[in-house]
């Protein structure tokens, strides 16, 4: 998620982007922008039809796991959201520490009560896990940084995560083999155990376009990052391993203190973070409709309804299978759930059985969905993604050190 100076909400008048803001301070509660500097900025709801779809479902029931820097559980709009978690970088924590506000930002995008005027999530119904594994104050290690990742995902599928939403990784050039070899066991372990990996892509396409971890991993759900006109965002990691995109620009989110010059509450970010935390909370809405569906047909729905373009290749390098639309399966009863022990991306990765040990190793290469497009009222508009044209992404520069990053740039 990039903050973006100058687009402030809240008690202060702008953000103010710095160097020293990946691991940037906030406090415990954050004050509370008034609804219409910080509802009417959540442009996504009005398209994706959330009222009404939260009348069908909000995601009760299920939990969604933050592998991220914390989800702070006492900010007014997650107060009674977030379950006590773990914290990989403290022998102690809970996971609820937050010093930076990207974690806080994905689990108030996912399940934000909307509380005195604060953001309220695509899906409030649910609940938060917090996993915590990436803290400020010390030098980044992708080896030990990606083993809390893996260690996380393991954790996360053993205590009720039917959701996990991981808007971090680290670009392939920044971490060896060695680094990344604890992600693939692990994500098919959580397949197995009938979770759902979310991660973002990254924000690097115009600086070498490279591979990012664990979203590049067999079995985890690439997303990328789209605008209100269904434009993929310049910034958006592209390849064949994203899966879905969501919206991703120009989104509310949780700021620290350092970012604001008074105060602390509300900025206008944009990065496949959000998209992955949007996307998350999609599959929380359908499978608290269908409970009785397994990982695979949540995901196979989410496929088959996505907004796709009329033409051009499908899965595409830039939107995948298309853009999330949960709304069509909620409203509409469109998507076939299909065979539940077969994954659409990856069918080679097997079925989910909580007793089964992980499964081998995959081909990688994912494989072409079922094509059911959906559709019914409320297609109008470009943001729906009738037909949406192939992005043009200028790729150049050079790759950053090598750091676990959040899906948010500055």
Known sequence: ????????????????????????????????????????????????????????????????????????????ELVGQVLPGKDYTSPTGNGWNDTDGHGTSMA??????GDDGGIVGLAPGAKILPLRVLAGGGPNRPGRDLKRVADAIHYAADHGAKVINIAIGVPDLSSSPEDRAPLGPA???????????????????????PLSYPAATPGAVGVGAVDKTGTVGKFSTYGPQVALVAPGVDVPGHCSKSLAHYGDGYCIGYGTSEATALASASAALVWAKHPDWTNNQVLRVLINTAGKPKTGKIPSEYIGYGTVRPRVALLDGAGDPGPADVNPLFPNLGSPSPSTAPAGKSSGKPTQAGAARGGGAGDTGAWMWAGIAAAVVVVGGGLGAAVLRRRRAH
Do not use: H
């Not at 415990?28 to 994706?48: F, H, I, K, Q, T």
């Not at 108030?108 to 009560?113: P, V």
């Not at 155990?193 to 115009?206: E, I, W």
């Open 1 to 76: 998620m990039r903050r973006t100076p100058g687009r402030y909400l809240g008690r202060g008048v702008a953000a103010v982007a710095t160097a020293v803001a990946l691991w940037a301070t906030c406090p415990a509660n954050a004050p509370v922008a008034r609804a219409d500097s910080v509802r009417d900025r959540e442009w996504y709801l009005g398209p994706m039809q959330a009222d009404a779809m939260w009348k069908v479902s909000t995601g009760q029931g299920v939990t969604v796991a933050v592998v991220d820097t914390g989800s702070d559980g006492k900010v007014t």
């Open 108 to 113: 108030m995008l996912i399940a934000g009560t």
């Open 187 to 209: 994500v098919q372990y959580a397949l197995k155990r009938g979770s759902l990996v979310f991660a973002a892509t990254g924000n690097d396409a115009q600086s070498g376009n």
